[in-house]
């Protein structure tokens, strides 16, 4: 930046230099608990349903097709990857699942 005074006759030009360190910006997922799910019941989009603030991929743990135990707090993980790596950070986040036994 140049800093020019005014008044020229008692100060004189200024200059001076930043360096900026940019940061990515956060990628954030939105995922709700899915709704409960009966033992037996692979697991597929209604459960595996999260969503980002930027274009992008997901990868699940466990995946579709997946049948996991009973139980009320099954941990479904969901991974994010950015389309644009260069300007986005990849993100994590679970959510937990009710599956009821089989009757």
Not at 74 to 101: H, K
């Amino acid at each position: 930046m140049t800093f020019t005074p005014t008044d020229t006759v008692d100060y004189s030009n200024a200059s001076a230099a930043v360096t900026i360190n940019v940061q990515r910006a956060a990628s954030v997922i939105t995922w709700a608990p899915p709704a409960a799910i009966t033992y037996g019941t692979a697991l597929n989009s209604n459960q595996l349903d999260a969503s980002a603030n930027v274009p992008g991929t997901f990868v699940y743990n466990p995946p579709a097709g997946a049948v996991v135990d009973a139980g009320s707090n099954q941990i479904l993980s969901g991974t994010f990857t950015p389309t644009d790596i260069a300007d986005y950070t990849s993100a994590t986040n679970t959510v937990s699942l009710v599956v009821s036994p089989h009757r």
